[in-house]
């Protein structure tokens, strides 16, 4: 990248100087028409420049794709990798050692996290790539939200803390009519980012309220350190993560919000994120006229 910049610059100048050079000598040659050549110098130079200052511009936005991309793949396999490794760990030490019922339980409970786990890596990856497709149309039907929810609820719940870390607030029989698989996801996405960024066993609040005129909001929020301002416009782009990939150390992949983002979208809903008291944030999901 270093490299391709200099010599980007190298000929920008090289461009500029040649450019000035000739228009020089043309108002060496004909100092009669000096007003003209310099007019148009200026207008040529001007447009040079800005052409310039866009090809960097997307120059450096392919190379932070591409860079992200990288990165993108770097997580997905350290996902993949995890769980597998600890799945294998749990059924080699059922297989060769002497467990009693509640031990290989607990063993096998572990390795239904981790399975689950890759489960939600590869549905978030399968749905990203319908997502690419502009073709791609959900396929609607009426379901209860209020049981898609607590459904959710309670799996993350177990996997979480041994403690009550996830505190529901729901309204009952909320029907919706939209994709039950993709709403799955957002919901899913939203509550694990929301333990993921959080300290261990904090409350994270998870709301479903159904309002007067018709619309649903869905919430979550979490005690943790919380967004930046600056970041909180960036944090729907696709494999986008807050902070420096080599000093990271939550999990993840870059995908969920911006599946969650896409998928609102989509379903003519939107997603707001608000800072939360006295540390965290909450990302507020309004479903306008869904409420039946």
């Known amino acids: 990248m270093k490299r391709a910049l200099v010599l980007f610059y190298f000929l920008v ?30 207008f040529f130079l001007l447009i040079f420049i800005w052409g310039a200052m866009r090809l960097k511009k997307l120059f450096s936005g392919e190379h932070k794709q591409q860079q992200q991309q990288q990165n993108f793949l770097l997580a997905v396999t350290h996902e993949l990798k995890s769980p597998l490794a600890s799945v294998k760990l749990y059924i080699q030490t059922i297989l060769k050692r002497d467990l009693d019922r509640e ?9 239904l996290k981790d399975i689950e786990r890759l489960d939600d890596l590869v549905e978030n990856v399968l749905l990203t790539t319908k997502l690419e497709n502009r073709s791609f149309n959900f396929p609607k039907e009426n379901f209860n939200l209020t049981e898609l929810v607590d459904s959710v609820v309670d799996r993350l719940q177990k996997n979480a ?34 333990i993921k960024y959080s300290p261990p ?15 649903i909001i869905f919430s979550v929020a979490d005690h943790g350190q ?5 970041e909180k416009k960036n944090i729907f782009n696709k494999f986008y993560r807050i902070g420096n990939e080599s000093t990271r150390k939550t999990k993840g992949t870059g995908l969920g919000l911006y599946i969650v983002k896409t998928v609102l979208q989509k379903h003519n809903a939107s997603i707001k994120v608000k800072d939360n008291t006295p540390s965290g944030s909450i990302f507020e999901v309004t479903f306008e006229n869904y409420a039946s």
């Open 161 to 194: 803390c041994s403690s009550q870390v996830l505190r529901p607030e729901l309204d009952g029989d909320v029907v919706i009519h939209a994709d039950k698989f993709a709403i799955t996801n957002v919901v899913n996405n939203l509550i694990e980012n929301a």
């Open 103 to 111: 031990q290989q339980k607990v063993f096998l409970s572990n390795s």
């Open 13 to 42: 100048f090289y461009a500029i100087t040649q450019l000035l050079w000739w228009g020089y000598l043309l108002v060496n040659y004909e100092p009669e028409r000096k007003g003209m050549i310099i007019g148009e110098g200026i």
């Open 226 to 230: 919380g967004i930046p301002e600056e």
């Open 201 to 215: 066993c904090a409350t994270v609040d998870v709301k479903l309220k159904e309002s007067e005129n018709r619309k």
